[in-house]
């Protein structure tokens, strides 16, 4: 019988997707989440912006790009999410 190592546990990091609405400041831009629920009473559709300092080592950010953004250890006072990936690049006119 061969016995395998033990794997160690990888933890599944919170992703959450948004929009970069400022890049500036130096390895951090501000990311804009939407969601939206349903009112409790009266059911219509309300959207909620919450507005994240993520890191982003490469300043590789621009304003109007969508990206994939990963919850991480604290960085700062009100980082605690890195940039994972860029989904699309805003259009530069």
Same mark, same amino acid.
């Given at each position: 019988?061969?016995?395998?190592?033990?794997?160690?546990?990888? %933890?599944? $990091? !919170? /992703?959450?997707?948004?929009? @970069?609405?400022?890049?500036?400041?130096?390895?951090?831009?501000?990311?804009? +989440? #939407?969601?939206?629920?349903?009112?409790?009473?009266?059911?219509? %559709?309300? $959207? !909620? /912006?919450?507005?994240?300092? @993520?890191?982003?080592?490469?300043?590789?950010?621009?304003?109007?790009?969508? +990206? #994939?953004?990963?919850?991480?250890?604290?960085?700062?006072?009100?980082?605690?999410?890195?940039?994972?990936?860029?989904?699309?690049?805003?259009?530069?006119?």
């Amino acid at each position: 019988m061969v016995e395998e190592a033990p794997s160690t546990p990888t %933890t599944q $990091r !919170r /992703t959450k997707v948004g929009v @970069v609405v400022s890049d500036k400041m130096q390895k951090t831009c501000v990311v804009a +989440v #939407e969601n939206f629920r349903k009112h409790p009473l009266y059911g219509r %559709t309300i $959207r !909620r /912006t919450r507005r994240f300092k @993520v890191h982003d080592e490469e300043n590789s950010c621009k304003v109007g790009d969508q +990206v #994939e953004i990963a919850e991480s250890k604290p960085i700062s006072k009100e980082k605690n999410w890195v940039v994972s990936q860029i989904l699309r690049r805003a259009n530069v006119v």
